[in-house]
């Protein structure tokens, strides 16, 4: 595989992460610098974890995994997007109390964005590729293109106001449907 390759199929893999990342922002979570912190740092961590965690399970439990795991993703994008439109429409209550960059979450944001990753790993290992660096140029590639989407998402988020917030769930939503859509389609 060549560095090229890698760098196409990383920028690919961090879209998802990118567009959850412009919609937080445009919807005013990511307020501070430890939020923008913790929402990359994490979409970069899941993203080069993903692909190791892929290679090591190998293509033995490949057949088990992908006859679910977008089933996974949708779900999980689909109840972070209708928490973002239900608060929202509640008048932004809620989400003054509820940080999506911590806890749950966090994490089922970061999982939801990386679960493509998984199945390049298990890819990686079926043609023997080795998965360090593809997986360290994934991580860092992420990390960079969710700190891009952060800055363009608080640009737009003072252009939307409040629409941003649903704004941005209905982006997880259209995410989520496209992560079922390629893989049923």
Known sequence: MSNFDIVVLALSL???ACAVSLALSAAGHLDNVRAKFRIAFHFGLFQFLMPLAGWAVGTR??????AYD????FGLLVLVALRMILSAKDGGIQSAQEDPTRGWTLMTLATATSVDALAVGLGLAAFGISVWYPSVIIGLITLTMSVVAIRLGAKAGQWLG????????IVLLIIAFKIVASHTL
């Open 14 to 16: 961090s879209l998802d």
């Open 162 to 169: 409040t629409r941003g917030q649903i704004a941005g769930g």
């Open 70 to 73: 977008h089933w996974v993703a």
């Open 61 to 66: 439990l490949e057949p088990y995994i992908a």
